[in-house]
């Protein structure tokens, strides 16, 4: 357990700054489905309750826990990461076109969202078992990939979950990154990147789901196709733009419970945010993001040892990619891909999942000091 | 690895800042524009149609009221999509499935709303409607207000009816505020006086979901009713003479003459104004605008015909005016007068022998006239038929109104480039020829040849103050009116007069029958003549002799003659008029 000494490193502000984003979440879904008509249920904000205690106390047993341990296990953690993605294929339970759940009887959860913290661990502990401040060649690039990336990635893709696997590879890019990539291969793998862009473009195009492109066309023109998915970024637009500076004031806002803004709850709740608090509320809320980056980034620097820097980094590379994503579609700056906001949008396992990451943080800053006994 | 590490923190900066700018551009910069696209997004304003003015009788009898009427319509997104339930919704307003998908998929007049399923259903469905709710409910049954016509084809020219707001209307500032597809008066006393009685429509303003299902009422604001209005027209009157007409095409307009408030203006063949009261159907408009009797026209303002005898009233005043005659001048009637060559007939083939101006009126001779014509220019004898009103409208509220014609030297060159017979005279003098009126321009006539030669402005709207205002008077000595009345009396007092078929034993009426003849009857005799073929009888008359109280145009299309088919009509109303009188003073 938690030795007494440890609590005094206890990093409470990175805590305290994701309870508060998780309550303005339950808040805010509250608002975003508040009936309007007739006496709907309306649970979802309880829900979001319930899951956040369980993600605290998923964060209390990631903290008690040396994260020394995880990257002893981590390899196993990465084994049952695939078969889950497996089980989930084999046994798993639709939903809006997708197979991503597990059914538990009470409750129900997407691996793929555990996956992600699984493949943080084995990459960690990889990374930092060749770690010898060298830079990574050719050979072991394509080492990582095949070991650790091409299968988890094609089982999600199978699903289908294309966020996720873009969420894999943004946070396997943010770590080899960070050890060094010989300038020469990145320098080869952009030209090739960009040159074969237009044929594996092509080629993927034809592999992608109706949805999936029309997201697309969607973003590159929002006007095309009003009713479809143009209508998503559309009434996001309209949703943020009308808050103005001070937004309509809580459950003011109109686009979320009239229905104008699809996904209210889920993807689109800085949406139902920023219309009701303006741009005044967003930027608080930008700035408890930016808090948890900035520490999770400081946690990876002041971390004892490389296992723990690449910890720290690959939990925050994947809330921050999360949030990036996210508020970008919002504020279409990118295309529309099914990424919920950390600690924002509904939803159980992400929930669970952002709170084991920030355990994650906090466990590898409180042990940044070796403790003599 | 540290400064690596590093790296990422200033990524990230440079992310919040791109977010930071980009919220700055939706929130700040277009605010403005997304606030009014969120607004219009949840907001729809709904007029709400104001209840139109009531228009009474004189007798503040109702003529038009204001009825609710039900509509059967459905949302489009509550529609079940399985025939069966589709089928059973038909069952229930009587419609085939198919004719449901059919309407749905045309859609409504607002491509948001409920669609209109069936208009104007009985109470029984609505009950039978409201009592399934819970399993259809995207029923809904919508009230409209609509407009009742209580008396039916009753005066229906001088009431009018509605129609929906036209494309030149809603560009028509007169119209401005109407709502699009409102229904506005299109006709009579509904259009002249749209203005009063459509009041100003008010607007809901209503919050829906984006399935436009109503949440709230956001805003309201009431709407103005339209005026009432109460018109001069008599109802007990009206129905008199349109019962008296009896079927036949013709015209009747009784006057107060003393203010020219018109108590009756009927017009028959009439129609159904409540067949537009909700969007005439097509059939129905068909059948209506192909009638041969043209029941659209408005006889008493749009039929212009010769008036016949009932202008030697005319005749007579100018004649006496002029010094041409005196009233005992006499003059023979053989029967035919021979002019130039021409010989010139009698109605009475025996001749009338010996006649004085009074015998000439009652017994209503033409070559008494013929004597006058020969001594009268067809200009003297235009200038009084102007003076009293002949030749341009009367300027009555309704539109359409006719202005007839009044023949002379100048108008013959101008319009037929020919120059004025005398033997023409003779014809303009009996009201025959180029001569022409309309029924109302003679009841005026009437009336001001017995109040002392004031022509009012027939109006319909009760409470205007007409008197004096567009009335100019004729000046004819009161001698000579007398002279005209007397023999007036006699037309219908006396056993020889050829209007004894108006005498009445409540009143004294005076009158002057007229009839027209038709160009082409001459080859016919007896009763064998085709309708089309027959004479159009007239029949002018005030009642009662002391201090006229009304004036009455009687106009009977194809009716044959003046005694004997106009008459009777114009007695029957009067005759109404003066036991309603006995009643009141009771």
Same mark, same amino acid.
């Given at each position: 357990?938690?030795?007494?000494?440890?609590?005094?490193?206890?990093?409470?502000?990175?805590?305290?700054?994701?309870?508060? /984003?998780?309550?303005?979440?339950?808040?805010?879904?509250?608002?975003?489905?508040?009936?309007?008509?007739?006496?709907?249920?309306?649970?979802?904000?309880?829900?979001?309750?319930?899951?956040?205690?369980?993600?605290?106390?998923?964060?209390?047993?990631?903290?008690?826990?040396?994260?020394?341990?995880?990257?002893?296990?981590?390899?196993?953690?990465? =084994?049952?990461?695939?078969?889950?993605?497996?089980?989930?294929?084999?046994?798993?339970?639709?939903?809006?076109?997708?197979?991503?759940?597990?059914? =538990?009887?009470?409750?129900?959860?997407?691996?793929?969202?555990?996956?992600?913290?699984?493949?943080?661990?084995?990459?960690?502990?990889?990374?930092?078992?060749?770690?010898?401040?060298?830079?990574?060649?050719?050979?072991?690039?394509?080492? /990582?990939?095949?070991?650790?990336?091409?299968?988890?990635?094609?089982?999600?893709?199978?699903?289908?979950?294309?966020?996720?696997?873009? +969420?894999?590879?943004?946070?396997?890019?943010?770590?080899?990154?960070?050890?060094?990539?010989?300038?020469?291969?990145?320098?080869?793998?952009?030209?090739?990147?960009?040159?074969?862009?237009?044929?594996?473009?092509?080629?993927?195009?034809?592999?992608?789901?109706?949805?999936?492109?029309?997201?697309?066309?969607?973003?590159?023109?929002?006007?095309?196709?009003?009713?479809?998915?143009?209508?998503?970024?559309?009434?996001?637009?309209?949703? +943020?733009?009308?808050?103005?500076?001070?937004?309509?004031?809580?459950?003011?806002?109109?686009?979320?419970?009239?229905?104008?803004?699809?996904?209210?709850?889920?993807?689109?709740?800085?949406?139902?945010?920023?219309?009701?608090?303006?741009?005044?509320?967003?930027?608080?809320?930008?700035?408890?993001?930016?808090?948890?980056?900035?520490?999770?980034?400081?946690?990876?620097?002041?971390?004892?040892?490389?296992?723990?820097?690449?910890?720290?980094?690959?939990?925050?590379?994947?809330?921050?990619?999360?949030?990036?994503?996210?508020?970008?579609?919002?504020?279409?700056?990118?295309?529309?891909?099914?990424?919920?906001?950390?600690?924002?949008?509904?939803?159980?396992?992400?929930?669970?999942?952002?709170?084991?990451?920030?355990?994650?943080?906090?466990?590898?800053?409180?042990?940044?000091?070796?403790?003599?006994? | 690895?540290?400064?690596?590490?590093?790296?990422?923190?200033?990524?990230?900066?440079?992310?919040?800042?791109?977010?930071?700018?980009?919220?700055?551009?939706?929130?700040?910069?277009?605010?403005?524009?997304?606030?009014?696209?969120?607004?219009?997004?949840?907001?729809?304003?709904?007029?709400?149609?104001?209840?139109?003015?009531?228009?009474?009788?004189?007798?503040?009898?109702?003529?038009?009221?204001?009825?609710?009427?039900?509509?059967?319509?459905?949302?489009?997104?509550?529609?079940?999509?399985?025939?069966?339930?589709?089928?059973?919704?038909?069952?229930?307003?009587?419609?085939?499935?198919?004719?449901?998908?059919?309407?749905?998929?045309?859609?409504?007049?607002?491509?948001?709303?409920?669609?209109?399923?069936?208009?104007?259903?009985?109470?029984?469905?609505?009950?039978?409607?409201?009592?399934?709710?819970?399993?259809?409910?995207?029923?809904?049954?919508?009230?409209?207000?609509?407009?009742?016509?209580?008396?039916?084809?009753?005066?229906?020219?001088?009431?009018?009816?509605?129609?929906?707001?036209?494309?030149?209307?809603?560009?028509?500032?007169?119209?401005?505020?109407?709502?699009?597809?409102?229904?506005?008066?299109?006709?009579?006393?509904?259009?002249?006086?749209?203005?009063?009685?459509?009041?100003?429509?008010?607007?809901?303003?209503?919050?829906?979901?984006?399935?436009?299902?109503?949440?709230?009422?956001?805003?309201?604001?009431?709407?103005?009713?339209?005026?009432?209005?109460?018109?001069?027209?008599?109802?007990?009157?009206?129905?008199?003479?349109?019962?008296?007409?009896?079927?036949?095409?013709?015209?009747?307009?009784?006057?107060?003459?003393?203010?020219?408030?018109?108590?009756?203006?009927?017009?028959?063949?009439?129609?159904?104004?409540?067949?537009?009261?909700?969007?005439?159907?097509?059939?129905?408009?068909?059948?209506?605008?192909?009638?041969?009797?043209?029941?659209?026209?408005?006889?008493?303002?749009?039929?212009?015909?010769?008036?016949?005898?009932?202008?030697?009233?005319?005749?007579?005043?100018?004649?006496?005016?002029?010094?041409?005659?005196?009233?005992?001048?006499?003059?023979? @009637?053989?029967?035919?007068?021979?002019?130039?060559?021409?010989?010139?007939? @009698?109605?009475?083939?025996?001749?009338?022998?010996?006649?004085?101006?009074?015998?000439?009126?009652?017994?209503?001779?033409?070559?008494?006239?013929?004597?006058?014509?020969?001594?009268?220019?067809?200009?003297?004898?235009?200038?009084?038929?102007?003076?009293?009103?002949?030749?341009?409208?009367?300027?009555?509220?309704?539109?359409?109104?006719?202005?007839?014609?009044?023949?002379?030297?100048?108008?013959?060159?101008?319009?037929?480039?020919?120059?004025?017979?005398?033997?023409?005279?003779?014809?303009?003098?009996?009201?025959?020829?180029?001569?022409?009126?309309?029924?109302?321009?003679?009841?005026?006539?009437?009336?001001?040849?017995?109040?002392?030669?004031?022509?009012?402005?027939?109006?319909?709207?009760?409470?205007?103050?007409?008197?004096?205002?567009?009335?100019?008077?004729?000046?004819?000595?009161?001698?000579?009116?007398?002279?005209?009345?007397?023999?007036?009396?006699?037309?219908?007092?006396?056993?020889?007069?050829?209007?004894?078929?108006?005498?009445?034993?409540?009143?004294?009426?005076?009158?002057?029958?007229?009839?027209?003849?038709?160009?082409?009857?001459?080859?016919?005799?007896?009763?064998?003549?085709?309708?089309?073929?027959?004479?159009?009888?007239?029949?002018?008359?005030?009642?009662?002799?002391?201090?006229?109280?009304?004036?009455?145009?009687?106009?009977?299309?194809?009716?044959?003659?003046?005694?004997?088919?106009?008459?009777?009509?114009?007695?029957?109303?009067?005759?109404?008029?003066?036991?309603?009188?006995?009643?009141?003073?009771?």
């Amino acid at each position: 357990m938690i030795d007494r000494r440890l609590l005094k490193n206890f990093d409470w502000g990175i805590l305290f700054a994701v309870l508060a /984003i998780s309550l303005i979440g339950v808040m805010t879904i509250y608002s975003a489905t508040r009936p309007v008509l007739d006496a709907e249920q309306q649970t979802y904000y309880l829900k979001q309750l319930y899951w956040i205690c369980l993600g605290l106390i998923c964060f209390f047993v990631v903290v008690s826990i040396d994260y020394r341990w995880f990257i002893k296990s981590a390899y196993v953690f990465f =084994l049952i990461g695939i078969v889950l993605l497996i089980l989930v294929l084999v046994a798993g339970r639709k939903g809006s076109g997708a197979q991503r759940w597990i059914p =538990l009887g009470f409750m129900s959860f997407q691996p793929s969202e555990f996956f992600k913290i699984f493949f943080v661990m084995a990459l960690s502990r990889y990374l930092s078992g060749i770690w010898r401040n060298e830079i990574l060649g050719m050979m072991e690039l394509t080492k /990582i990939v095949l070991i650790f990336v091409l299968l988890p990635a094609i089982l999600i893709l199978k699903q289908p979950h294309l966020g996720t696997v873009m +969420i894999l590879l943004f946070i396997l890019l943010s770590m080899t990154l960070t050890v060094g990539i010989r300038k020469k291969i990145v320098v080869v793998g952009l030209i090739i990147v960009l040159i074969s862009l237009p044929f594996v473009g092509t080629i993927l195009w034809g592999e992608l789901k109706t949805y999936q492109k029309q997201r697309i066309i969607a973003f590159v023109n929002p006007y095309v196709d009003q009713q479809g998915e143009g209508y998503h970024i559309k009434q996001s637009k309209v949703s +943020i733009g009308s808050g103005g500076f001070w937004g309509k004031g809580y459950l003011r806002g109109t686009q979320g419970p009239l229905r104008f803004l699809p996904e209210k709850h889920t993807d689109f709740i800085f949406s139902v945010f920023a219309e009701e608090w303006g741009f005044a509320g967003s930027i608080l809320l930008f700035l408890l993001y930016l808090f948890v980056m900035l520490r999770g980034i400081d946690t990876a620097m002041k971390a004892r040892d490389p296992a723990g820097s690449f910890l720290a980094l690959g939990v925050t590379a994947m809330l921050a990619f999360y949030f990036f994503i996210n508020v970008g579609m919002t504020l279409a700056l990118l295309p529309v891909v099914g990424v919920p906001m950390p600690f924002m949008s509904y939803g159980g396992t992400a929930l669970l999942s952002n709170f084991m990451a920030i355990g994650v943080l906090v466990n590898v800053r409180m042990r940044r000091y070796p403790l003599f006994y | 690895m540290g400064k690596r590490i590093l790296v990422w923190a200033y990524i990230v900066g440079v992310m919040f800042i791109v977010f930071f700018l980009r919220l700055w551009d939706l929130q700040i910069v277009k605010g403005g524009e997304y606030k009014r696209l969120a607004e219009q997004n949840r907001l729809r304003v709904i007029e709400i149609p104001a209840p139109r003015g009531v228009i009474y009788d004189r007798n503040d009898i109702p003529l038009v009221r204001n009825i609710p009427s039900f509509d059967i319509s459905v949302v489009r997104e509550d529609l079940p999509q399985d025939p069966e339930s589709l089928a059973a919704i038909g069952r229930l307003i009587g419609l085939s499935a198919a004719e449901i998908e059919d309407r749905v998929e045309k859609g409504g007049e607002d491509p948001f709303g409920p669609v209109k399923l069936k208009q104007d259903v009985s109470f029984e469905e609505v009950a039978r409607v409201e009592a399934r709710r819970v399993d259809f409910p995207g029923l809904q049954v919508e009230v409209v207000i609509s407009r009742d016509y209580i008396y039916g084809e009753l005066a229906s020219h001088v009431i009018g009816y509605l129609g929906r707001l036209t494309l030149e209307q809603a560009r028509d500032p007169d119209y401005a505020g109407v709502p699009m597809r409102a229904f506005i008066g299109q006709r009579g006393i509904e259009k002249v006086y749209d203005r009063v009685l459509r009041g100003t429509a008010g607007e809901k303003i209503i919050e829906v979901d984006a399935r436009g299902r109503v949440i709230k009422v956001a805003g309201i604001q009431p709407p103005v009713k339209g005026e009432d209005l109460k018109l001069t027209i008599d109802l007990k009157l009206q129905s008199e003479a349109e019962d008296a007409l009896g079927g036949r095409a013709g015209a009747v307009v009784a006057l107060d003459a003393n203010s020219g408030e018109v108590l009756v203006m009927a017009s028959t063949p009439a129609f159904d104004p409540n067949l537009f009261a909700r969007g005439i159907n097509y059939s129905d408009w068909k059948r209506l605008a192909r009638d041969p009797k043209k029941p659209f026209l408005n006889r008493a303002l749009q039929s212009q015909y010769p008036p016949g005898s009932t202008f030697k009233i005319i005749s007579a005043l100018a004649a006496l005016e002029q010094g041409i005659i005196k009233s005992s001048t006499r003059y023979q @009637c053989r029967g035919s007068i021979d002019i130039g060559g021409r010989v010139f007939k @009698c109605w009475k083939e025996q001749g009338h022998g010996s006649t004085d101006l009074y015998k000439a009126i009652v017994e209503s001779c033409d070559v008494y006239f013929y004597e006058i014509a020969k001594k009268i220019g067809i200009d003297t004898l235009s200038k009084y038929a102007t003076d009293f009103g002949l030749g341009s409208p009367t300027g009555i509220e309704l539109a359409g109104e006719r202005s007839g014609i009044v023949p002379s030297a100048e108008w013959k060159l101008r319009t037929k480039k020919e120059k004025w017979f005398t033997g023409e005279t003779l014809n303009t003098v009996i009201g025959q020829g180029y001569l022409s009126t309309t029924p109302i321009q003679m009841a005026r006539l009437m009336s001001a040849v017995v109040n002392g030669g004031r022509l009012n402005k027939p109006h319909l709207l009760k409470g205007q103050d007409d008197r004096g205002k567009a009335g100019s008077t004729v000046n004819i000595s009161p001698e000579n009116t007398r002279v005209i009345k007397k023999a007036l009396m006699g037309v219908v007092a006396d056993k020889t007069g050829t209007g004894r078929r108006a005498a009445s034993d409540i009143v004294s009426i005076g009158g002057k029958t007229g009839t027209t003849q038709v160009v082409g009857g001459k080859k016919f005799s007896g009763k064998d003549i085709p309708e089309r073929y027959r004479d159009h009888a007239w029949f002018v008359a005030f009642a009662p002799e002391d201090k006229p109280e009304i004036a009455i145009a009687v106009f009977v299309e194809h009716g044959g003659h003046g005694s004997t088919a106009a008459a009777p009509i114009a007695k029957r109303v009067i005759e109404k008029y003066f036991k309603k009188e006995v009643v009141s003073t009771e």
